[in-house]
């Protein structure tokens, strides 16, 4: 409660009075002071932070009142990119450039793993709009034709997209695409995209697989984590459950998701490049290409390291290793392998913790079609002369393993 404008008066008063003051006096004057100069400064942050967080979610020709780091160079920066606000300039120009970039793709043949959403999908539809003929692999086809049949150009390149069904928890599934690529023809692209970085459970997945005209399941107590119709940020269904894959640490990863996601991310990604070399080889291009979308948590060289999720930093190291082992190999034949990071385009904590982050003013620095851009990179790059294998890339840049 604000003290009585009257016994302010009086104080001032009082301490106007006083001509040699006493310790006790300095004392309380200095506390009060202090006080009000901890509230000015409270409230000056405050104020910053609120002005920063308008400017960047609604970016105008503002400057920032407190420089941020640039999410790739690092430098700080107060001028907002419009497009990139999580960016200098230099770095907004050059992501926008790479973003648009094209080739020539016509007469080659490609397959993308999981490409029913998200950088799979932009990926494959990258590929699909410049010329190629493109085989995508998922556990939902129906509903994967129904996201590329929306799209307004689909006429343009439909005929040449084939969605193949498979569930890569099945090996005989992953051997079975695999040939069956294999007997379409040559191959001249292959990325190995499909991962499983959290853990759903069957309720979570219950509208896809009636849409697919799968039995119904039964009634689940998970079901309440999955409203029927609720859709996320990413257009997939809302998992509310206050835990998920991305927050367990190394005793509370099941032996079931640690196999899982190890023949996912690592084991599928090694079977087909393995059955698909004759394909490639096979080719009519003097240069082929093999992405492993990899991730900054399957490095070692990064110098933050969390113990959370320890299962898909293990799977993301191997693919890397995949990639360090044979690429020399590979580029004997023309075959040019690398690993890319895709960026940060999603958050994957628990909706919740989303959610207030969100209401902070958080947002990641990316989205989907930049993740895509940067699995596209080492193809566009090649294409127009400049190959690389064996190599880690993040932010279109090679850095270490």
């Not at 998922?138 to 498979?166: E, K, M, N, S």
């Not at 996601?261 to 393995?274: E, H, K």
Request: glycine content about 6%.
């Amino acid at each position: 409660m604000p003290p009585d404008p009257n016994d302010v008066e009086a104080c001032l008063r009082v301490l106007a009075a006083i001509d040699d003051a006493d310790e006790r006096v300095v004392a309380a004057v200095d506390r009060a002071y202090k006080a009000r100069k901890k509230v000015r400064k409270a409230e000056r942050r405050a104020a910053a932070s609120e002005h920063d967080r308008r400017v960047l979610d609604g970016p105008d020709d503002t400057p920032l009142i407190r420089a941020r780091r640039c999410y790739v160079c690092k430098s700080p920066y107060r001028e907002v990119p419009a497009d990139y606000p999580r960016m200098c300039t230099a770095c907004a120009d050059d992501n926008t450039v790479r973003r648009h970039a094209r080739c020539d793709l016509t007469g080659r043949r490609a397959l993308v793993t999981g490409g029913r959403i998200k950088i799979g999908f932009e990926t494959a539809l990258k590929l699909l709009r410049d010329g190629a003929d493109v085989v995508v692999s998922t556990r939902f086809p129906g509903d994967a034709a129904r996201r590329y049949d929306a799209l307004p150009d689909a006429g343009q390149w439909r005929h040449r997209l084939r969605i193949h069904g498979v569930d890569f928890l099945d090996p005989a599934g992953a051997v079975g695409l695999a040939d069956a690529v294999a007997a379409g023809g040559h191959l001249d692209i292959l990325v190995n995209n499909a991962a499983q970085t959290i853990q759903r459970p069957a309720s979570y997945y219950r509208e896809l697989a009636a849409a697919e005209g799968r039995p119904e399941l039964p009634a689940s107590p998970a079901d309440l984590f999955f409203p029927p119709g609720a859709l996320d940020e990413t257009g997939e269904p809302l998992d509310l459950r206050p835990v998920n894959s991305w927050t367990l640490k190394v005793h509370e990863v099941t032996p079931r998701e640690w196999l899982e996601v190890q023949v996912i991310n690592a084991f599928v990604p090694f079977l087909l490049t393995a059955r698909l070399r004759e394909a490639l080889r096979g080719s009519p291009f003097p240069d082929r290409y093999i992405v492993n979308v990899s991730a900054m948590e399957g490095s070692f060289s990064r110098a933050n390291k969390t113990a959370d999720h320890p299962h898909t930093n293990m799977a993301k190291a191997g693919l890397n290793m995949l990639t360090r082992t044979i690429a020399g190999d590979y580029a004997a034949d023309g075959i040019h392998v690398t690993s890319v990071d895709t960026g940060w385009v999603t958050d994957e904590r628990p909706h919740a913790t989303r959610e207030a982050l969100h209401g902070r003013g958080f947002r990641v620095p990316l989205d989907v079609v930049d993740g895509a851009a940067r699995v596209y990179d080492p193809i566009v790059r090649g294409v127009h002369g400049d190959r690389v294998h064996g190599v880690f890339l993040k932010d279109y840049r090679v850095v270490q393993w």
